[in-house]
């Protein structure tokens, strides 16, 4: 079974940063996508960050310079670095695992999920 543990979210000023991490296990992902998604309260789930096969990364624009994917093969994790963080960043954060090695700019190729972890950058 398939499991997405995501963990370092809290509370932090803007300004300051945050690094997320997420453990997968189950089966190995180092050949797949892997993305950061958010959901603020009353919006919708929304793009973040992904990191393909290759480790070629690609970001939504509101986070671009600010923030960077990373994966650790050997540990089957993906990280999110969250620099200069802003109150509109304040959202639960997921991680998700694509079935494709590519990222295909959409979010229906993830197909497996982890329990997100809270963000609150307070201004």
């Known amino acids: 079974q398939v499991q997405l543990v995501e963990s370092g979210g809290g509370l932090v000023q803007a300004g300051g940063s945050l690094r997320l991490s997420c453990a997968a296990s189950g089966r190995t992902f180092s050949n797949y996508a892997m993305g950061w998604f958010r959901q603020a309260p009353g919006k919708e789930r929304e793009f973040v960050a992904a990191?393909?096969?290759?480790?070629?990364?690609y970001y939504a624009d509101s986070v671009k310079g600010r923030f960077t994917i990373s994966r650790d093969r050997a540990k089957n994790t993906v990280y999110l670095q969250m620099n200069s963080l802003k109150p509109e960043d304040t959202a639960v954060y997921y991680c998700a695992a694509s079935q494709v090695s590519y990222y295909r700019g959409t979010s229906g190729d993830f197909a497996s999920w982890g329990q997100g972890t809270q963000v609150t950058v307070s201004s």
């Open positions: 990191i393909d096969w290759k480790s070629s990364t």
